[in-house]
């Protein structure tokens, strides 16, 4: 019976799986983490910007799985790689329904820079009312008649003219604070500037200001006031127009009061945003002066979610799906290699210092404490700076420092199992030492090799993303999760370089741990013993 199958079939086995699916979590979540892994497998058949099925002139063409020339499909010579969604325009092409081409369900590859034409965004138009903050100025006398007045008639809603000779307490009443400044300059008293924030008129807040104030040898005849706009009168009003130029939103109702030769003005403007940026313009309403400011959207990378796009566009024009869904499959796989490898070294090493103890073992102890001692980033930036990053040095060096966990554990177990009988037994049978301990020890102390499998895994795809972010570790254009969250840091106002790879690594990692979980419940002995 082969060796897998008896394990398989061994009772002390079939107990621990049942155990095992008795947490339900762990159980659904190594089906969902098994699925997800199987599915970045077959990345390139899911997101990728190289169709899986070209029809040309009678001839079928399979581009994901053969290279072909641009030659072959457009007769210019060029050997060079084809850009599938170019020739796709051509004529032979768009004018012959026989010739066709099939794309993955996202047509975008981890690689490929996205045209922004191609993305489709809103063609509104915001047009941006900014009133020109009203300053207006008005000489007093000290009975507190209005001498002079300048652009102050727009406060009180009233013309110059009738303004000027009227008593400013008519109009505002103002505060003790501005009256006492005022005092002290009609008695040719030194005063510094002085500015005081009111709601004297209503709603709309003023800012009252005076003018520092030197003494005189005589009073002065007047005190000037200047009063600046700084209310909700002050805020701009945005209106929204579409491609046409018609206007289909104005909450402050102001459009009515524009003249009509402005208003042609401000849709040609609006139409024309929708081109190519334009100047603001300048604008009279009601006696105030506007500036209109005309904002349209614009694609600029890193772009926000959008039709095609459903986790957005990073900051080199590249799909985040397609980059995410690549990166799933680096991660895993640099795992399961990664724990792979520093598990095998690992037993091995722990096997033979257990198993033979004595000068051996503290000897091998003592360098594995030395070796342990090394740092490991400074180790992976020398290798990287003469080799170069790359995916087998990244394995290559982490693996290196990985497997002195295990290696503690394994010895351990050796150290306890090579006095038992049956280890006694085998010697006497004069069975060879590398079975004894390979065939007859390892497979009773694999249950700490079993049982951190998982956590070594989530460790190891924590570890790459760590590395990615802080850029020692895979080399760019490398599809990476670290990669996109380096890269959320430098474009903080882009909510999904954050999002999604962060909820990525989250999903896979808690995975991971509910796996762990439930392996661990699976081997341990004393699950139904309680402190009384």
């Known amino acids: 019976m082969p060796l897998l199958s008896r394990f398989i079939r061994n009772p002390m086995t079939l107990k621990r799986i049942r155990r095992f699916k008795e947490v339900k979590r762990a159980y659904f979540s190594l089906w969902l983490l098994s699925g997800l892994f199987l599915i970045s497998l077959f990345s390139e058949l899911i997101c990728n910007n190289v169709p899986l099925y070209v029809r040309f002139n009678d001839s079928s063409y399979f581009p994901i799985f053969s290279f072909y020339t641009e030659d072959e499909f457009t007769g210019t010579g060029l050997l060079t790689r084809p850009d599938y969604k170019k020739i796709a325009d051509i004529?032979?092409?768009?004018?012959?329904?026989?010739?066709?081409?099939?794309?993955?369900?996202?047509?975008?590859?981890?690689?490929?820079?996205?045209?922004?034409?191609?993305?489709?965004?809103?063609?509104?138009?915001?047009?941006?009312f900014t009133p020109v903050p009203i300053i207006g100025r008005v000489d007093i006398l000290p009975n507190g008649e209005i001498e002079r007045s300048l652009a102050f008639a727009p406060f009180v809603e009233k013309t110059e003219e009738e303004v000027q000779g009227t008593e400013l307490s008519g109009y505002i009443e103002l505060p003790e604070e501005v009256k006492a400044a005022v005092q002290r300059r009609f008695a040719n008293q030194p005063a510094s500037r002085f500015t005081?924030?009111?709601?004297?008129?209503?709603?709309?807040?003023?800012?009252?200001s005076l003018s520092t104030f030197t003494p005189r040898d005589?009073?002065?005849?007047?005190?000037?006031?200047?009063?600046?706009?700084?209310?909700?009168r002050a805020e701009p009003v945005k209106m929204r127009f579409d491609k046409e130029g018609a206007l289909y939103s104005d909450p402050s109702?102001?459009?009515?009061?524009?003249?009509?030769?402005?208003?042609?003005?401000?849709?040609?403007?609006?139409?024309?945003?929708?081109?190519?940026?334009?100047?603001?313009?300048?604008?009279?309403?009601?006696?105030?002066?506007?500036?209109?400011?005309?904002?349209?959207?614009?694609?600029?990378?890193?772009?926000?979610?959008?039709?095609?796009?459903?986790?957005?566009?990073?900051?080199?024009?590249?799909?985040?799906?397609?980059?995410?869904?690549?990166?799933?499959?680096?991660?895993?796989?640099?795992?399961?290699?990664?724990?792979?490898?520093?598990?095998?070294?690992?037993?091995?090493?722990?096997?033979?210092?257990?198993?033979?103890g004595g000068l051996i073992d503290i000897t091998a102890q003592r360098l594995t404490e030395i070796w342990s001692a090394l740092?490991?980033?400074?180790?992976?930036?020398?290798?990287?700076?003469?080799?170069?990053r790359s995916f087998m040095l990244l394995l290559f060096c982490y693996g290196l420092f990985n497997w002195i966990g295990i290696s503690y554990y394994i010895r351990a177990e050796f150290l306890r199992l090579r006095r038992l009988p049956f280890v006694e037994a085998a010697?006497?049978?004069?069975?060879?030492?590398?079975?004894?301990?390979?065939?007859?020890?390892?497979?009773?102390?694999?249950?700490?090799?079993?049982?951190?499998?998982?956590?070594?895994?989530?460790?190891?795809?924590?570890?790459?993303?760590?590395?990615?972010?802080?850029?020692?570790?895979?080399?760019?254009?490398?599809?990476?999760?670290?990669?996109?969250?380096?890269?959320?840091?430098?474009y903080r106002w882009a909510w999904w370089l954050i999002l999604y790879p962060s909820l990525a690594l989250f999903t896979v990692m808690l995975l991971g741990v509910f796996v762990g979980e439930g392996v661990r419940n699976a081997y341990d002995p004393k699950r139904y013993i309680r402190l009384e």
């Open 253 to 356: 109702n102001l459009w009515p009061h524009i003249p009509k030769a402005d208003k042609a003005v401000v849709r040609e403007f609006a139409v024309r945003r929708t081109q190519a940026p334009v100047d603001p313009i300048r604008l009279q309403i009601k006696g105030r002066n506007y500036i209109v400011h005309f904002i349209g959207m614009e694609v600029r990378f890193p772009y926000q979610p959008a039709e095609g796009h459903i986790m957005g566009i990073d900051g080199a024009g590249r799909d985040v799906l397609a980059r995410i869904l690549y990166g799933l499959r680096t991660s895993l796989t640099f795992g399961f290699l990664l724990v792979a490898g520093s598990m095998l070294i690992g037993i091995i090493a722990g096997a033979l210092q257990g198993y033979y």
């Open 91 to 128: 004529p032979a092409f768009a004018e012959n329904p026989d010739n066709y081409m099939i794309f993955p369900p996202v047509p975008f590859g981890p690689y490929e820079s996205i045209e922004p034409a191609s993305i489709e965004v809103s063609k509104k138009i915001t047009a941006s």
């Open 218 to 232: 005589a009073p002065p005849d007047t005190v000037r006031l200047t009063f600046r706009e700084t209310g909700e």
């Open 427 to 490: 010697k006497c049978m004069g069975i060879p030492t590398w079975k004894v301990i390979f065939k007859h020890i390892l497979p009773n102390g694999m249950i700490p090799v079993i049982t951190f499998f998982p956590f070594s895994l989530v460790g190891a795809i924590g570890a790459l993303a760590a590395l990615d972010y802080l850029g020692f570790g895979l080399p760019p254009p490398t599809p990476s999760w670290g990669e996109l969250l380096f890269q959320a840091q430098q």
């Open 196 to 208: 005081h924030a009111t709601d004297a008129f209503g709603e709309d807040r003023v800012q009252i």
């Open 375 to 388: 740092p490991f980033l400074y180790v992976m930036i020398l290798m990287g700076s003469v080799y170069g």
